[in-house]
């Protein structure tokens, strides 16, 4: 299965190609938003074999109730989502906001959400890429900014933690898939559609 280069191996630290911001295509516009139209345009079973299996199983769960109808969707505003399953005491939550895409399950203490664990990723002409993962207290930095947020030419990865992403996101992937988050007796106890 051919892999995209963000995910064969890890960058040096404040290394930037293409996938973390470095030379990148000549974005277009539509709607204010920018986004690689080639990304989107491609046959899904290419874009499948690039993307990380948190973001195509994300995708699936998102189609599955209602969020996102095309891919281009993905991309417009902020968007959330958040599930519930009888007996299960987790709610799992994917949400935009911004550049960051979370994904995740939570448990809640006095109505406060715990990550248990939650994916941080940063969103970029529709692919997604390794910023952090929290569990409960703790959390594994794997990407971050030393100038102003969103500033790609300041992003600096740590490459022994996008590894352990790479693989903590597989994983979890599977739990995920296992639990049946697109399966039609989910309860949908918050939906926020992304707005054009």
């Given amino acids: 299965m051919a892999v995209h280069s963000a995910q064969k191996e890890a960058p040096e630290k404040g290394a ?8 990148k295509p000549e974005p277009l516009k539509p709607g204010g938003e920018e986004f690689c139209k080639s990304c ?3 046959p899904e079973e290419q874009r499948k074999s690039i993307i990380l299996e948190i973001q195509q199983l994300t995708e699936k769960i998102l189609r599955a109730h209602g969020l996102v109808k095309k891919l281009e969707d993905l991309l417009k505003g902020e968007w959330f989502l958040k599930l519930g399953k009888p007996g299960f005491s987790k709610k799992f939550v994917a949400a935009k906001n911004g550049e960051e895409i979370f994904v995740g399950l939570y448990s809640y203490s006095n109505g406060t959400p715990i990550p248990d664990p939650n994916l941080v990723l ?3 002409y529709g692919f997604w890429y390794p910023q952090r993962i929290e569990e409960q207290f703790d959390e594994t930095v794997c990407s971050f900014f030393t100038g102003a947020y969103g ?6 990865v740590i490459p022994e933690n996008v590894v352990k992403f790479q693989a903590f996101q597989r994983d979890f992937s599977k739990v995920l898939e296992e ?6 007796d989910v309860e949908v106890i918050e939906k926020i559609m992304p707005k054009d």
């Fill in 179 to 184: 639990h049946g988050w697109d399966r039609p």
């Fill in 40 to 42: 989107l345009d491609m």
């Fill in 151 to 156: 500033d790609y030419e300041y992003l600096n």
């Fill in 16 to 23: 930037k190609g293409p996938e973390m911001g470095g030379d």
């Fill in 122 to 124: 940063l969103s970029q």
